[in-house]
Structure formats: structure tokens, C-alpha cells
């Protein structure tokens, strides 16, 4: 008999992975939750790390939905969607369409599923360039798209000069240029406008993952209540561009609190899709229940998103202006639900981690090498569940860490 093979994890990453896998602030158990607080070993925390951005997980209005869903569709039919698709299907792919203000959209259980379908279709045998700080699913989808014969180039994170000399040189095509709507981890966005124009200047396509902006950002017209716009229509609209040679992609995993996710399309291109996908030919549907959570969820979009989003802004901008105050640098210029951290000493962290979560307070850790050494923290997400006096703790706590750790100052 072969030997068992070992899985240590390499000395390269073990300081890393002990931070990820066994420090008390990640890979948590959650025994309870009440409203955005939750109970991890005992300790009942403040959750920051949830991206629930409108609070449609605790939203009773969208609980009510779930269970006559059930009752007319059973839990989950099990169909591949290549073989069949239940009726609430069509509906939220029109309803995204509409909301969005595209021709279409394909529904994928899950942006992986998405990024890991379309991106192959779309570039063939020819060239994806992506942004090399695009999120992890968009790369690994690019990895899936050179086994099935593309190339892949990865320009400088948001560098357009950069992605401009790549598209000049000789490549094959269909040329496909990815990046992130709104960062995951800075909250900010690209500039939209120069890569639309530089995709249309070279006849590629732009293909943009706005997981977190989806739900949070939308159109403007220069009264807005909010820096997010309105309606939560995403990135393109927020930035009032049109979606010529532009394939957005986002989900309901983060601000709608369910399990969907699409790419926007044309008519033609959604026929194309559907027959060469492998995860819509063959993969396993969204479960009712999230189904039912997703239509509920637009349905409040509509009638209060944009009071949510009011709320949400409000939480963000008392974080926002706490740092400003003590003078502490974030990456978010945008003022959107999404702040990063970075610590004065990276080797601080394990012991913030710490002190955080014995002061009730749960964030996402974000050690080097998960980002670059200088961005070496952690990353608050708020919500529009948050209440005003569990923002003021995470205001008191922060400070704390400050004075017994230090947080990254701007040079002087
Ligand atoms: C920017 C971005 N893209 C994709 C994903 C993956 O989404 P999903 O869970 O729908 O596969 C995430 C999840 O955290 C994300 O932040």
C-alpha cells in the first residue's frame, strides 16, 4: 500500500495559515446570532466582518417570503439548468435586467460559478488581461481559460497605461481586459471610464466583478442623499456609463444576503452561454429559498433600498470621520461600507486580533501575504443592521488599539 500522503502546510505560509485557520478571529464557529451580534465560543461579539451590507439577512419582510416559496417549489428541484430551471428564475434574471438596465442576464448560483463559466466562453483561444489584484475567483477563472487554450497578461492593479501597452502588442483575440467593480478590500473603485474606453478604442471586452458594489452603488443625477447613488444598480450605472462592450458581473451574496449571482448579456450572447457553460450545462441550481430571499430582496430594493442605503452611509461616514479625526489612514477614499486597516507593525496583528475579539468585536483579518506587507490588518464591513451604539464601540475599541499598537500613519 502507498504511504498516506503528508499535508503540512508549507513553512512558507504556516505563520499565515496559523493566522487564518487558528486564530480566534477567523474560520469561527457562530453558535447564535442576534441581530449583528454573535456568539463565537461563548463570547458574544459585534459582527464587522459580514458583507450583509443592507441587512436583508435579518429582514423580516424577506423572511416572510421564504416559506411559500417552499411550499409551491420544494426546497431544491436539483436540475443542472441546462435541463430545467424553475419559474422564479425567469423572474429575477428580468427583474436584474430591468434593475440594471441591460438586455439581459444568465443566473449562476454563485459568482465563482460565474467567473469560472463565462470568463472561458468569452476569451476561447484568445487573451484575458487581468488586473493583478483582481479578486482570487477572477484569477483562478483565468487560470480554467489558458487550460482551454487562451493566454493570460496581468497588468499593474489599476494601472490603464499599463493595460493599454498589453492591448497594443500582438495579441490573439477575443481580447477579454478583468478587473474588480468596487475592491474588496479598499472599497474604492477603478477608474470605470478610461477601461470602457480603452476596451472600445480595441475592441475588447471589459469584464468587471462588482460583488460589492452591487446593492450598495447606482445611478446618479447630482441630488443624491448618499455618495452611493441610488437604486443600488452597480458600478456602471453609478459611473453613468453605458454597457457597450462591457460584461458586468456581480451577486446577492454580499448586500442582498442570499445565494445568486449573473453576468449581464445580450440575447445572442446568453444562447452562446447556455450551450457551452459547463457550470450552467452541468452544475446544480441556486436552492429556492435563496431564490425566494433574491426576488424578496429586490422587491425591498425597490421600495426602501435607497432608505437602507441612507442608513448604511450614516454608519460608515461616523467610522470614516472617527479615523480622520485620530488621523489614521484607509485606503477608502469612496466612503463606501468597506474599511481597511493597516497596522503600524504587520507583527502586531496576531495580538490585535486578540485584543479585538476580547473587546467583542469580530473584523476579517488581513495579514501579508493576503495583501502587501504595508496593508498588513484588518477590514470592517458595515451594514445597515448595525446599530448606532455598536458603531460607537467599534469607535471606543479602535481607539484602544490605537494607543497600545499604533495604526499606519500618512508619511509626513
Ligand atoms: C470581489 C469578489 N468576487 C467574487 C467573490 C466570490 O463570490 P461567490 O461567493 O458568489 O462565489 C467574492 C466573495 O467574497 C468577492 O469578494
Redesign the pocket.
Known sequence: MRPVPSYAVPKSIAEVARLLVEHPMADAVVEEIDGRRIQVDGHWLIDFAS?NYLGLDLDLEVIAQVPAYLARWGTHPSWARGIASSEPYRRVEAAVSELLGVEDVLAFP????THNGVLPALAGEGTVLVDHRA?R??QDAAVLASARGAAVRRFRSGDVEHARRLLQGPLKGPRVLCL?GIN?MTGNAPDLPAFAALAREHDAILYL?D??GFGVVGERDGYDPTPYGRRGNAIVRWFGESYDQIVLTA?F??AYSSLL?FATCSPELKRYLKAVVPSYVYSGPVPVAALATALAGLEVNQRRGDDLRALLWQRTRTLLEHLDKLGIVTTNTSGLPLVELALADPADLDAVGHHLFDRGIYVTLAPYPVVPRQEAGFRIQLTAAHTADQVDHLLDVLREVDDRFGFRRPHP
Open positions: 458583507c454563485t459568482l465563482t460559478h479578486h475567483t477572477i474588480d474588496s466583478d460583488a460589492h451577486g451574496s454580499k449571482a
